[in-house]
């Protein structure tokens, strides 16, 4: 790619070509996108360009993670034009810094990039873009826009505005007045967390409604597990919980079965198989989820190499692909279950 061009993508210049967004969605075993046709007829999918596109996400210690960068490298594979670098990104925010910084080494065409932590990584990301090297920013956002070329991520607000109007609306059909609800977020210092909280709270609002007790997780099993024991500890009865995290929520359901309680509902978040499976069944105290799909990684890559060809969306009239998507945040329940199964990672 030359110079001119590279200061095309990154800056958000003209773009030439046109097509459209190859939306994708997870499998439910392998957590694969949806297969992209290259002979379909669509100028977008027809192979153009060669780019190669550097990619870093977090350790794949987490269902999602995990979900995220398999998602990534299958959708990429149904590229011909598109080469896959993935860089490991460490245990923390330094050690992907330190990643990140042999990638841009490297002269990738674009980075696409899922940080540890958006703060702790902005001036990493900066330093790609000052390289001429455009940043794809997947999910955790950075706070300075100058540090992506596109930014796309889930409605964390979305989530928890889903959630809080599930409840809100449960608990008013059933008479509840002044019912007690908890939460278990995932981890407390991300933004998105607190995201989260804020769209939940704003919700449970609207109906006058308000968070009992509160207990973070950290996103894993054993985390959901012990956040929950403590919360059902604190509130020997409840009306509703919203556990943020179906991974987690493995150990919250573990924990409430432990302590044999089912006075309540439960709304999940993310859209787990294994929590679309039990809203199916309808078994548990686990009434629905709210989505947070890893299938986003799977656009950004299909987003990534539109921006590194310089093309745009064919849906929209602008020429070039936005500066920011945000995916929305639905409501899965046992009467759309079956819609929403196979995006479940």
């Known amino acids: 790619m030359s110079s001119l061009s590279r200061r095309r993508v990154l800056f958000g210049g003209a773009a030439v070509g046109a097509g459209a967004l190859l939306t994708a969605c997870t499998s439910n075993e392998s957590g694969t996108p ?78 696409v990039m899922l940080p540890h932590d958006g703060k702790e990584l902005n001036s990493a990301a900066e330093e790609a873009m000052r390289a001429g090297i455009p940043v794809v920013n997947l999910d955790r956002a950075f706070p300075s826009r100058d540090a992506y070329r596109l930014q796309i991520k889930g409605d964390n607000f979305g989530m928890g505005l889903a959630a809080g109007s599930y409840i809100g609306e449960q608990l008013k059909a059933k008479g509840v007045s002044n019912p007690i609800i908890g939460e278990i977020p995932g981890i407390d210092s991300l933004e998105l967390t607190q995201e989260r909280s804020d769209g939940f709270n704003t919700a449970l609002a609207v109906y006058g409604f308000k968070v009992a007790n ?15 024991t403590d919360l059902l500890q604190a509130l020997p009865k409840m009306d509703a919980l919203w556990n943020h995290d179906d991974d987690q929520g493995v150990g919250v359901l573990a924990a409430i079965k432990q302590a044999n309680r089912s006075e309540f509902l439960m709304v999940g978040g993310a859209g787990a198989k294994s929590a679309i499976d039990a809203i199916t069944a309808d078994d548990t105290v686990l009434k629905a989820t709210v989505t947070y799909s890893p299938s986003m990684a799977s656009s950004a890559i299909s987003l990534a190499r539109l921006i590194a060809q310089g093309k745009g969306m064919s849906d929209l009239v602008e020429l070039q692909v936005p500066k920011e998507i945000t995916l929305a945040s639905e409501t899965i329940t046992k009467e759309n279950a079956a819609q929403y199964a196979k995006l479940g990672f």
């Open 34 to 111: 949806a297969q992209v046709n290259q002979n379909s007829g669509d100028a977008n999918a027809a192979p153009g360009d060669k780019v190669t596109i550097g990619f870093t996400a977090p350790a794949a210690d987490h269902g999602w993670i995990a979900a995220i960068t398999n998602n990534a490298k299958a959708q990429a594979q149904q590229y011909s034009d598109v080469e896959l670098k993935v860089t490991e990104a460490g245990s923390d925010a330094a050690a992907q810094r330190a990643a990140l910084a042999t990638m841009i080494a490297e002269k990738p065409t674009i980075i």
């Open 214 to 228: 509160r207990r973070p997780a950290d996103f894993t099993i054993d985390g959901g597990q012990k956040a929950a």
